[in-house]
C-alpha cells in the first residue's frame, strides 16, 4: 500500500498485522480521488485546501493521500490499538501534521473545525455508516456542503440519511459511496 499521487507519492504505508483493518486499496483510493479531481459535482479545489476528516481511519491512508494531494488540515479518528500504531506510524514517516484522535467515530468529540472533506470507511457489515454520520454531524464534523466519500461493501445497502447521494460506484468487493452534506 502506497500513496498514490502529490508530494508524498509512491510513500509505502504500514497497516498492522490481522484483519482487524481493511486498507482502501490502491486501486479504489485511486478510482475515488479520480472521481473527487474529475465528477461533474467534484474538482481539484475540493481536495486542494480541504478541512479533512478520516473517521474509521484505520492506516490513514485517505486523509493521508488528502493531505498529499494539498489538503489544508486532517484529522483521523480510529479506536482499534493496533491500527492507531499504525496510523501513527504512518503520519510520522510522512512527516504529515494531523491530528489524531483514539476514539470512535460513533462518539466523537466535538469538532474544533467542521470537515469539507470526509472519508468514512466502518467494517464492512457492521452498520456503523448511518450512527456514524448521525454522531459526526451532531458533534459539528461535517461542513455544510461537505463531500462525504464512504467506502461499504459490495452488497451493503447505504443507510438513508438526510444527505444527498451524489455517486455509487463499485469496485472489487468495495462500494464507493459519495454524499453531499
Known amino acids: 500500500m502506497r500513496i498514490i499521487a502529490g508530494r508524498w507519492k509512491g510513500k509505502r504505508l504500514t497497516a498492522p498485522e490481522g484483519d482487524t483493518v481493511r486498507p482502501t486499496s490502491d486501486r479504489a483510493r485511486q478510482s ?4 473527487l479531481w474529475h465528477a461533474p459535482w467534484a474538482g481539484r479545489e475540493l481536495v486542494e485546501g480541504a478541512q479533512v476528516l478520516d473517521a474509521f481511519a484505520g492506516t490513514g491512508a485517505l486523509g493521508l493521500e488528502a493531505l498529499s494531494r494539498g489538503a489544508a488540515a486532517a484529522s483521523f479518528i480510529e ?26 467515530a460513533t462518539k466523537p468529540p466535538r469538532a ?15 452498520n456503523l455508516l448511518a450512527p456514524a ?49
Open 133 to 181: 454520520l448521525e454522531a459526526l454531524d451532531a458533534a459539528g464534523w461535517i461542513a455544510a456542503g461537505a463531500l462525504i466519500c464512504t467506502e461499504l461493501a459490495e452488497r451493503d445497502t447505504p443507510p438513508e440519511t438526510r444527505f444527498t447521494p451524489l455517486d455509487d460506484r463499485r469496485h472489487g468487493k468495495a462500494r464507493l459511496l459519495i454524499l453531499q452534506g
Open 32 to 35: 475515488l480521488f479520480d472521481m
Open 112 to 126: 474544533l473545525k467542521p470537515a469539507t472533506l470526509i472519508f468514512l470507511d466502518p467494517p464492512y457489515g457492521a
Open 79 to 104: 479506536k482499534d490499538r493496533a491500527a492507531l500504531a499504525a496510523l501513527r506510524a504512518n503520519i510520522a514517516n510522512c512527516k504529515a501534521e494531523a491530528t489524531v484522535i483514539a476514539g470512535d
